[in-house]
């Protein structure tokens, strides 16, 4: 008989633990805060001035969240960029030539982002092809589209009131910061507390398995990339009040870095492995890295030199640490399935 999915092993328990790389991460994030504190002027004005300075990178780690239960099954979402901007855009147009307030225009573009990551999910699971061309193929089809909708002359200037989510504070702390830390409570429960979350490492860890216990691996599929469009649009959304502002092109920054700090945080890009925790200290070492280059007087060209490079590095990392070959890996991934049903694995009919 096959063993049920609260019968059987469940990866996520196991990750909701601190492990190793994340205790890494959180030195590497204290040691370089203190390198720039005393290497780079004007980049540690007081704690307030450290927690602003987190409002010029978090819409990455809004992304960055959305990402991480994709990449836990295996997958990949390189349309991110393309929803934020699309989200944001329909907001920005329904607010400014529909009449809608910003308080239905926001849930709306919310929504958008979710048929979004759901047409991704569709696409993924019933045409069997692998998300990084799915994926790929809409984020043109979105950006298009985008292109479209913002005409010549794309909506701005806020009403203050929506600007403060991405520029104002509460008692001294960002509406951003504060948006960030409820979300990566909620998706780190979410990973490690739910059903879903334990069908989602589980998915990521052996497919096959996962469909022996009872798991709707289409479905979980699916929801990944309903999450990961959602997040989005939320990213875009807290980019336009940012800025007061939207353009087509605005989310094209976000995919690199957000990709590179769900990596860097430990998440397996073959899926299965990682913990929410470790992309969050990811998001706040790479963003303050981020904005150290940039006070010292680094180019944007060489900032994006050094993520790339980070994303590099990390995946090498981790590849090595676990002692698998990143090549044998890949080729097991796109390997031809068979034709035949598969044989129940082992473990499963005990």
Same mark, same amino acid.
């Given at each position: 008989?096959?063993r049920?999915?609260r019968?059987a092993p469940a990866?996520?328990?196991?990750?909701?633990?601190i492990?190793?790389?994340?205790?890494a991460l959180a030195?590497?994030?204290?040691?370089q805060?203190?390198?720039?504190?005393?290497?780079?002027?004007g980049?540690?004005?007081?704690?307030?001035?450290?927690?602003?300075?987190?409002?010029? +990178?978090?819409?990455? *780690?809004?992304?960055a969240? !959305?990402? @991480? #239960?994709?990449? $836990?099954?295996?997958?990949?979402d /390189?349309? =991110?960029?393309?929803?934020?901007?699309?989200?944001?855009?329909?907001m920005?147009?329904?607010?400014k030539?529909?009449?809608?307030?910003?308080g239905?225009?926001?849930p709306?573009a919310?929504?958008?982002?979710?048929?979004l990551?759901?047409?991704n999910?569709?696409?993924?699971?019933r045409?069997?092809?692998?998300?990084?061309?799915v994926?790929?193929a809409?984020?043109?089809?979105?950006?298009?589209?985008t292109t479209?909708?913002?005409?010549?002359?794309?909506?701005?200037?806020?009403?203050?009131? +929506?600007?403060?989510l *991405?520029?104002?504070?509460l !008692?001294g @702390? #960002?509406?951003? $910061?504060?948006?960030f830390?409820? /979300?990566? =409570?909620v998706?780190?429960?979410?990973v490690?507390?739910?059903?879903f979350?334990?069908?989602v490492?589980?998915?990521?860890h052996?497919?096959d398995?996962?469909?022996?216990?009872g798991?709707?691996?289409?479905?979980?599929?699916?929801?990944?990339?309903?999450?990961?469009?959602?997040?989005?649009?939320l990213?875009?959304v807290?980019?336009?009040?940012?800025?007061?502002a939207v353009r087509?092109?605005?989310?094209?920054?976000?995919?690199?870095?957000?990709?590179?700090?769900?990596?860097?945080g430990?998440?397996?890009?073959? *899926?299965?492995?990682?913990?929410?925790l470790?992309a969050?200290?990811?998001?706040?070492?790479?963003?303050?890295?981020?904005?150290g280059?940039?006070?010292?007087?680094?180019s944007?060209?060489?900032?994006?030199?050094?993520?790339?490079?980070i994303?590099?590095?990390?995946?090498?990392?981790k590849?090595?640490?676990?002692g698998g070959?990143?090549t044998?890996?890949?080729?097991?991934?796109?390997?031809?399935?068979s034709t035949g049903s598969?044989s129940?694995p082992?473990?499963?009919?005990?």
């Amino acid at each position: 008989m096959t063993r049920s999915l609260r019968e059987a092993p469940a990866p996520a328990r196991r990750r909701a633990r601190i492990g190793g790389w994340e205790l890494a991460l959180a030195a590497l994030l204290l040691l370089q805060l203190l390198a720039f504190s005393a290497l780079v002027p004007g980049f540690f004005d007081g704690l307030g001035g450290l927690l602003n300075v987190t409002t010029n +990178f978090l819409p990455f *780690g809004l992304v960055a969240l !959305g990402l @991480v #239960p994709v990449i $836990l099954t295996g997958g990949i979402d /390189l349309s =991110v960029g393309a929803v934020a901007g699309f989200s944001a855009v329909l907001m920005a147009v329904l607010w400014k030539h529909f009449g809608l307030s910003l308080g239905v225009a926001v849930p709306l573009a919310l929504l958008a982002g979710a048929l979004l990551g759901g047409v991704n999910g569709l696409l993924i699971t019933r045409t069997r092809t692998e998300p990084l061309i799915v994926t790929l193929a809409t984020s043109f089809v979105f950006t298009s589209v985008t292109t479209a909708l913002a005409g010549a002359e794309p909506p701005s200037g806020f009403p203050d009131r +929506f600007n403060a989510l *991405g520029t104002g504070a509460l !008692g001294g @702390v #960002p509406y951003q $910061l504060i948006l960030f830390a409820v /979300l990566a =409570v909620v998706f780190s429960l979410l990973v490690t507390r739910t059903r879903f979350g334990r069908s989602v490492v589980m998915v990521g860890h052996n497919r096959d398995a996962s469909r022996y216990s009872g798991i709707d691996v289409n479905a979980t599929l699916a929801w990944v990339y309903v999450l990961s469009g959602v997040m989005a649009a939320l990213a875009g959304v807290v980019l336009a009040a940012y800025y007061s502002a939207v353009r087509s092109d605005m989310g094209d920054i976000l995919l690199l870095s957000a990709l590179t700090m769900v990596v860097l945080g430990g998440i397996n890009i073959f *899926g299965g492995e990682g913990s929410v925790l470790g992309a969050v200290l990811a998001v706040l070492l790479l963003g303050f890295l981020r904005q150290g280059l940039l006070i010292a007087g680094f180019s944007d060209m060489v900032t994006t030199m050094v993520t790339g490079a980070i994303l590099l590095v990390a995946i090498t990392a981790k590849n090595l640490l676990a002692g698998g070959s990143f090549t044998a890996r890949l080729q097991a991934r796109f390997r031809p399935a068979s034709t035949g049903s598969p044989s129940p694995p082992e473990n499963a009919m005990k």
